[in-house]
């Protein structure tokens, strides 16, 4: 089938003529190119989405007091909701089973000194499970332990940010720095991946800060991430029946929407995933059509070139040329083109794909990458229909009859 | 070699049908010349065309070299083109892309002859017709009687039984006319089988026998005395 006759008479036509050859590779490459950068356009907003989500645990609970809205139990609408450790401890014992890593928070702010340099920043008492809830990364040194919080050690584990700007290039850890007058040892050095304010904050053992910022057991919220087995409608069931159960607690009408506010992420989660199932959805729709306008533009222009070609096809005939022999002759040069076509333009769209994804990484489109079964699939399929596309045309002219074919201008 | 039997063909022209061959007896025996004449719309190239398998009669019987030919599949025909039949045309047909060489050896490609073999016959028949020095030379590069002469190599080149002419030398000058028919008289001397379209009277007379058709059937079938167009080359 492929000796070196069919391939002279393919280079040989191809040689002659060029637009005709260019046109039918260029619609193919370009379908290809066009299919590429849309699947990698869908999978950047995919990734995008995700990546926001991984500032924290993807499982996260934050539960945030507030004030009442409603009158109950004796006491007047407007009251202030405090949690305290007992609150943290309740939690704990109430619902061993569903959480996973639980941690408090307790901020204040303060004016931090190292040598000459000062600043203000946040510091946050947590429990050694903050790290994985935050998602905190270890840069240097370590992360709070729990010998910490029973010691209450004056230790502060420092955000990047925090160390550029106060220690510029000394090594931190084990130096002491000053929080408003009292001198703390920094212990570690933490990056956030997923939110860069994050790393201006310093964490500490939030027994000591409950010592040294006024001898209190009050906590400002409650951080924690429930039992990654959990699909999303028991996330959901416990963070409602940990709010039924709190409202109880602290005397709260179970009808009042503001006295704290529980954010589970399993919600927006299950949003973003639903989302991101239709972006895929969509993306598989338009690949669909995209491939079968590269599949009608390849018939085109098969069709075009069999018109062009009836001519030669009656002389062809005339000379002895059976019709498989017709439908081979233009069949050969058509797959031989889109297939190059096809591939080159499945390498240069993988390649720039390839460039630009480790560049672009903006919140909402990030890494754009793509699936190189699924091109390559998606190239040979195109490849293969385009083929069926002229199989009918060119076996109508090679059944032509030669006179007709040969009148043909 | 050929005979036909009231052959009748017409062609739909919208409503209206044309009646173009109204029932064609004709004979031709090996090794003979035979011009075919008459005016335009007399039905001469439609007799050839059915002659040569381009297209196909309504009625009637064909018989070439023994082999009825009827209700072929288009694959058969190709094979019996190949096999039987060389063509000239007045517009040479040649393959604008491929060199005077390929296009010698292209019937050749057709009857799965080896590369070698074909480019070696294909040269040979080229020599025959004068233009080996043009055998790289695509057809645009050709003058009409070079491209003619071409055309002739490449209807010789599959040996054909009979060698069909559509006015070979409708587009060409008298001078280059004649350098035509002199080739066409040098094959038959060989004893092959031309029939030769043409609406002119002084290359009618190169030819022995000469035909004549008008609307559809034969007026006139008569041997003639050849007239060697050698004498008119220089």
Redesign the interface.
Known sequence: MFN??TWQEIW??I???KLRTFLTGFSVAWGIFILVLLLASVNGMQNGFYKQFNDDATNSIFIYPNATSKPYGGFEAGRRIQFKNDDLEFIKGSFEESYEYISPRFNRSVTAKYKQETGTYTIIGVSPDHQMIERSVIESGRYLNKRDLKDRNKVLVIGQQVQKELFKDDDPIGKSLIANGLVFQVIGVFSDDGNEREESNIYAPYTTMQGIFGNTDQINSISMTYNPAFDFTRALAFSNTMEEVLKRRLVIDPEDQSAFFINNYAEGFSNIQTFSNFLTFVAIGVGVLILIAGIVGIGNILIFIIKERT??I????????????IVKLILMESIVITTLSGFGGMLFSMGIVALISPIVDAPAFSNPNVDNTVVIICTVVLILAGVMAGLIPSIRA??V???DA?RAD | MIEIKDLHKSYKMGSNSLHVLKGINFKAEEGELVAIMGSSGSGKSTLL?IL?????ADTGEYILDGVPIKNLS??KA??Y???FLG?V?QSF???N??SALENVA??L???KVG?KEREAKAMKYLEQVGLKEWADHLPNELSGGQKQRVAIA?AMA?EPKVLLADEPTGALDSTTSYEVMDLIQQINDLGNTILVVTHEEDIAHMCKRIIHLRDGVIVEDKKIEQVRASQYVQ
Request: no cysteine; hydrophobic share 30%.
């Open positions: 070196r006759d040989h036509s040689k002659n003529n001519k030669e009656g002389i062809r005939k005339a000379l002895g040329a059976r019709p498989i022999e090679a059944n009859k030669p006179i040969l | 065309n040569g398998m381009l297209d196909e288009e694959t190709a094979k083109r190949n096999k063509f045309f047909n040649l393959i892309y491929k292209l019937p490609y057709y009857q590369r490449r599959a």
